[in-house]
């Protein structure tokens, strides 16, 4: 496959997800990347040991093209609100379902907090185009919570707010050039 603009942006949400029905990856270049060993075949697709080192190639120039600086500073302002995030699902985590719980309130300061990120993610979208679509993302999960599914505010195994929120945070460690080790190191 040589367009590595589509290839990106596939094996990075593999990579993230940890595997992904083909269905969740209805994309026509999928059967290039199975058949060019990157992905594996199969209802579930993961990544290869190839598709790994490819990936951290594609990452490796992505990263080579956007300014250090600029990337750290998308990643701290991030880093505030997501220190004001954490607590807030940690709390529904623990409290959903229970008589006391709010999910109104909840749903009110993840709002806020959604607002006080969108600006930070097209900050990201300057730098790596693919980073603008976290936004579109995020605004599905939330829009699905307030018209009261609140469980699409941390479902696992699906783009359930939490779950975005991990992977663009996941993604805004590695266009800054740092990895989860050190993230977890200086948190």
């Given at each position: 496959?040589?367009?590595?603009?589509?290839?990106?942006?596939?094996?990075?949400?593999?990579?993230?997800?940890?595997?992904?029905?083909?269905?969740?990856?209805?994309?026509?270049d999928?059967?290039?990347?199975?058949?060019?060993g990157?992905?594996?075949?199969g209802?579930?697709?993961?990544?290869?040991?190839?598709?790994?080192?490819?990936?951290?190639?594609?990452l490796?120039?992505?990263?080579?093209?956007?300014?250090?600086?600029a990337?750290?500073?998308?990643?701290?302002?991030?880093?505030?609100?997501?220190?004001?995030?954490?607590p807030?699902?940690?709390?529904?985590?623990?409290?959903?379902?229970?008589?006391?719980?709010?999910?109104?309130?909840?749903?009110?300061?993840?709002?806020e907090?959604?607002?006080?990120?969108?600006?930070?993610?097209?900050?990201?979208?300057?730098?790596?185009?693919?980073?603008?679509?976290?936004?579109?993302?995020?605004d599905?999960?939330?829009?699905?919570?307030?018209?009261?599914?609140?469980?699409?505010?941390?479902?696992?195994?699906?783009?359930?707010?939490?779950?975005?929120w991990?992977?663009?945070?996941?993604?805004?460690?590695?266009?800054?050039?740092?990895?989860?080790?050190?993230?977890?190191?200086?948190?």
């Open positions: 496959m040589s367009d590595t603009g589509a290839e990106l942006p596939i094996l990075q949400a593999v990579r993230l997800k940890g595997r992904v029905a083909r269905h969740d990856l209805a994309d026509a999928l059967g290039a990347l199975i058949d060019s990157l992905l594996t075949d209802p579930t697709v993961r990544l290869t040991a190839d598709g790994r080192a490819r990936l951290q190639r594609l490796e120039a992505e990263r080579a093209t956007v300014d250090a600086d990337a750290n500073h998308v990643y701290a302002d991030f880093g505030a609100v997501n220190a004001e995030l954490k807030v699902i940690s709390h529904w985590q623990q409290t959903r379902g229970t008589p006391d719980e709010d999910a109104a309130a909840v749903l009110a300061r993840v709002d907090l959604h607002r006080a990120v969108l600006p930070v993610i097209a900050a990201a979208g300057r730098l790596a185009p693919r980073m603008r679509t976290y936004a579109d993302r995020l599905a999960a939330l829009r699905l919570a307030k018209a009261g599914d609140t469980s699409w505010l941390t479902r696992p195994m699906v783009d359930s707010y939490h779950t975005v991990f992977e663009l945070h996941e993604e805004l460690i590695g266009l800054a050039g740092r990895t989860r080790a050190e993230e977890a190191g200086a948190g």
